[in-house]
Each structure stands twice: as structure tokens, then as C-alpha cells.
């Protein structure tokens, strides 16, 4: 079956640290992959969405993410953390069916300042 | 910028008792859905919605759920006869095309089963 995995679930970084958040689908044909943030106690929000071309996609808020097809990943990335990304991230895609997002089960990052 | 709105926040039921959710879609989108997420657990697929009737639904979404769009604005979730299990952030999203357009959420109703 169809599945997005995040490894990480709970990831603890200090300001300004370097920040990976790996993300892994199962699917061999055409894939759309998003990352969503959802702050505390607010709704999910995109980062950013990879459909076609470049595989390396920027978000906003300084984040990006890298689609490595070899390797069925998008891992998000972020040179330099600040405490206001404290969050829980989401990967999700959407497989052979537009209509239907499939989430991981998300990575919550916590930003010591 | 325009949101996806639900209501209530948090929404408290005994076993049995029937709720319904309310989420007000972005008004130029056209697809609509509800996904949920169980404290702890992925955000799960429930059902999507166009042109007035259901497009897809999860193996979830069983009788005892139903949508609606009772008029232009809202679109809501009925839970029949509520379960423990149906405890859950439920989301409502939308997005104005079926062409793998982001999703954009509403802030989520957390039903709470005792």
C-alpha cells in the first residue's frame, strides 16, 4: 500500500543549528510531495510543494527540501533553525489519486533558544 | 489571505451521541475534505467532496458518517452514533482544483468521546 514515512518523530535542536527531517514514500509511478508546518495550536500550513522540474524546492520561511527519486525521499532542510520553527512538520503526497493527500506521521521539532 | 473555518473548537460527546462538524471552505474553491488525526497517529484521509456529492471515501468513513453542503458555504461532517474511537482532531481542507492544489486547512475540531 501507499505510505509516507517520517523516521523522526521528535527532534530537539538548539537556535541556529542545521536541521534535516527525512521523509520517504512508497510508490514507483509519479509522485507530488508537499511538506506541511502546523504551529502549536494552529491549522496545517504549506511549506513548500514539489511537483516537477528542479528536485531541489524552496519554501518559505528559509526552508527547502530535496526530491531524490533513487532514494523515494524529500527530506526538508534548514541551514539555520530559530525558535519560532518550533512545530510539528508533515510530509505528505499525493500518489495516483490527485484527490487524496497520504501524510507521514509527522516529526515534531522543538528549538531550544 | 482567505481561511478555512470550523467550528467548534473542541466539541465534547458521550458514546452514542450523534455531532456534527462545521467548516466553511475557502469560497472561490471547489473540493473539499475531511481528514482526522487520532492523538499520536498520521493525519488520515476521510472523504473528499465535489459538485455535491462525495468524490472518494477511506474505508473510515462508514455509515456512520455523512457529509454535507447544506448550502453555498458550509460543508459539514456528521457522526451518526459516536464511538471512543471516534476521539480525533478532525480536519476540514479545501483546495480549488483536483489537480494535486495544496490543501488548505482549517484549524481543526478536537471531538472528544466519553
Known amino acids: 500500500a501507499q505510505s509516507v514515512s517520517q523516521h523522526n518523530h521528535h527532534v530537539i535542536l538548539s537556535e541556529a543549528a542545521s536541521l534535516e527531517l527525512g521523509c520517504n514514500y512508497s510508490?514507483?509511478?509519479?509522485?507530488?510531495l508537499f511538506w506541511y508546518v502546523q504551529y502549536p495550536g494552529q491549522h496545517l500550513q504549506l511549506l513548500l510543494k514539489?511537483?516537477?522540474?528542479?528536485?531541489l524546492v524552496k519554501g518559505i520561511k528559509g526552508f527547502e527540501a530535496e526530491f531524490i527519486k533513487s532514494k523515494f525521499s524529500f527530506n526538508l532542510r534548514k541551514p539555520s533553525v530559530q525558535w519560532s520553527d518550533t512545530a510539528e512538520y508533515f510530509c505528505?503526497?499525493?500518489?495516483?489519486?490527485?484527490?487524496?493527500?497520504?501524510f507521514g506521521s509527522g516529526t515534531k521539532l522543538n528549538v531550544k533558544p | 489571505e482567505p481561511e478555512v473555518t470550523q467550528t467548534p473548537s473542541h466539541q465534547v460527546t458521550q458514546m452514542g451521541q450523534e455531532v456534527i462538524l462545521r467548516c466553511v471552505p475557502i469560497?472561490?474553491?471547489?473540493?473539499f475534505y475531511w481528514y482526522r488525526q487520532i492523538l499520536g497517529q498520521k493525519v488520515e484521509f476521510l472523504v473528499s467532496?465535489?459538485?455535491?456529492?462525495?468524490?472518494?471515501k477511506s474505508e473510515i468513513f462508514d455509515d456512520q458518517f455523512s457529509v454535507e453542503r447544506p448550502d453555498g458555504s458550509n460543508f459539514t461532517l456528521k457522526i451518526r452514533s459516536t464511538k471512543l474511537e471516534d476521539s480525533a482532531m478532525y480536519f476540514c481542507?479545501?483546495?480549488?482544483?483536483?489537480?494535486?492544489?495544496?490543501?488548505?486547512f482549517g484549524n481543526g475540531t478536537r471531538l472528544t468521546v466519553t
Open positions: 481542507a479545501s483546495s480549488p482544483r483536483a489537480d494535486n492544489s495544496p490543501l488548505h
Open positions: 510508490y514507483g509511478g509519479t509522485v507530488n
Open positions: 514539489y511537483f516537477s522540474g528542479d528536485p
Open positions: 505528505a503526497a499525493t500518489i495516483y489519486n490527485f484527490n487524496k493527500f497520504y
Open positions: 469560497s472561490n474553491h471547489l473540493y
Open positions: 467532496f465535489y459538485n455535491n456529492e462525495i468524490s472518494e
